[in-house]
């Protein structure tokens, strides 16, 4: 994103509907930058409806930070689309907490992540109180498993009315694969 030109006023606010950000950890793609020039044009915050994250590595997983700061920075975020990398959830509710604070996105686009887990996945998906749309775009899993699936469908209060999911026949045919679609319909997330 860089720096505002000087001329930057308030009628210039409709370019910055959609921000994109890479996540790294080193260089010019920090999630620390960001933070930085959010918070140095606060007019932007009430701007943003749509914020799209692209992992800068795969072999990084970064992703997990997104909701640390960035709820609170840009609080009207109808649309979140996370892409590339690895999402790996820490244990614990932190996560799912801090995922909640997005009140507003009803739409969560989910584009070429890899999970570690069927639970990260679905721990992801059912965090967003307000959510109606969700896309799942060649995913994949971290590694191989001949674990067997879980056998309960935990419950949500989150309700979809959009649901779009296109993968590769391998990931369609993964146990997890047919567990989360199984898991969509049994806790109420879809009719």
Request: positive net charge; proline residues 6%.
């Amino acid at each position: 994103l860089g720096r505002l030109p000087r001329d930057y006023d308030q009628e210039q606010l409709h370019l910055f509907r959609l921000v994109g950000i890479i996540c790294s950890q080193y260089g010019k793609e920090r999630f620390a930058d960001f933070y930085s020039f959010i918070e140095r044009h606060r007019a932007l915050q009430s701007s943003v409806e749509a914020l799209a994250v692209r992992a800068g590595s795969y072999k990084t997983p970064m992703m997990h930070l997104l909701p640390i700061r960035l709820p609170r920075l840009l609080p009207h975020i109808d649309l979140l689309r996370l892409g590339g990398g690895v999402l790996y959830l820490p244990r614990g509710d932190h996560f799912r907490v801090a995922m909640q604070r997005f009140k507003g996105v009803q739409d969560l686009n989910l584009r070429q992540i890899v999970f570690f887990s069927v639970h990260d996945l679905r721990r992801v998906v059912s965090s967003l109180p307000s959510l109606q749309t969700l896309s799942i775009f060649w995913p994949q899993w971290q590694q191989s498993s001949t674990a067997p699936p879980p056998t309960t469908y935990p419950l949500t209060t989150v309700r979809i009315t959009a649901l779009w999911l296109v993968g590769d026949v391998k990931w369609l045919q993964d146990k997890r694969s047919v567990y989360f679609i199984e898991w969509l319909a049994q806790s109420g997330m879809t009719a």
